[in-house]
């Protein structure tokens, strides 16, 4: 574990155990080659991230790829989030431009460079599947947060990634049903770890939906600096509280019109006071209910 500029770097362990099994098989320039590659994606990630006003808390190297771990605090809005997730992509995206430029130049073909080619390739476009944890999985959720409540976005989304998850373990141990077919292990050991990831994700969403109320504050100045328009919210007296902040969408700021029965609005209140209601009013133990 090394820490660079408040960043940490770290291996995960089971990295070093691929890396020691990489040369007993002689693949290690191969496997070397490829997380030198992952590691300039997350570079990527964490230097927008920076330049965005986020906190880059740490960059993670697993063994089926990388993580920059990246604190928002609230700056970060759906569009800036969006920018971060490509901004991965982007660097092997430049790295194949250079490689083929220095390649045509020299007419001569070289095995290393077609393999990190190659590499770059299918590091970008595995990448830019939507599925989350996955950068195009991020693009696509910061859509979707665009046109809908901001919890309800984190649920689905995460729930489709699941069965997507679930969708690629299958198609690895199909083979087994064939004569003779063997597991496809790459695909099988992808799925697992997707699996795996937004199972854990999907179970955190409760604590993900508490720094996005925390975050509402810093919002709120933005949008009032740029003047624009709160978006209504109707809810009746007697509606509990947790049901309508579930409808905030995550750049939009709201007012909220209480009405009544006979259809007269007996209440205008703005999110801060919604919110530092609905923290007052939790038990003291911090439990949230399961998402819905």
């Known amino acids: 574990m090394i820490n660079v500029r408040g960043v940490t770097l770290s291996l995960h362990p089971l990295f070093v155990l691929v890396m020691l099994t990489s040369v007993l098989t002689g693949h290690f320039v191969e496997i070397m080659t490829l997380f030198a590659l992952v590691f300039i994606h997350e570079l990527g990630h964490a230097t927008a991230a920076s330049l965005l006003g986020a906190r880059v808390l740490s960059i993670q190297m697993l ?13 970060l809005n759906a569009w800036k989030e969006i920018v971060i997730a490509l901004a991965g992509p982007l660097q092997n995206g430049i790295m194949i431009i250079i490689l083929l430029g220095l390649r045509n130049m020299s007419g001569v073909e070289h095995v290393y460079v077609d393999y990190v080619i190659q590499g770059n390739a299918v590091i970008a476009l595995f990448n830019l599947l939507p599925i989350l944890p996955l950068d195009g999985g991020k693009v696509l959720q910061a859509l979707i947060s665009l046109s809908f409540a901001y919890h309800r976005t984190l649920v689905w989304t995460f729930r489709a990634s699941i069965v997507t998850s679930l969708l690629f373990c299958i198609y690895g141990i199909l083979p087994l049903l ?11 050991a992808i799925g697992i770890f997707l699996l795996y990831s937004n199972i854990v994700d999907y179970r955190n969403i409760p604590y993900r939906f ?4 925390l975050g509402r504050d810093e919002l709120f100045y933005r949008q009032a600096a740029k003047g624009s328009i709160a978006l209504p ?3 009746l007296p007697m509606k509990h509280l947790e049901p309508v902040l579930r ?5 939009r700021y709201h007012m909220v019109y ?9 209440a205008v209140l703005t999110e801060q006071r919604l919110i530092r209601s ?7 133990d911090g439990g949230e209910s399961k998402p819905k």
Do not use: C, T, W
Not at 178 to 188: A, Q, R, T, Y
Not at 278 to 284: G, I, K, M, S
């Open 258 to 266: 209480v009405m009544n029965e006979q259809g007269r609005v007996v």
């Open 210 to 213: 508490i720094r996005f109320l």
């Open 178 to 188: 064939e004569k003779n077919g063997s597991v496809h292990l790459n695909m099988l």
């Open 247 to 251: 409808l905030f969408r995550r750049d």
């Open 278 to 284: 609905y923290f007052a009013a939790r038990p003291p």
């Open 63 to 75: 063994p089926f790829g990388g993580v920059a771990v990246i604190e928002d605090q609230g700056r």
């Open 233 to 235: 919210i109707v809810s």
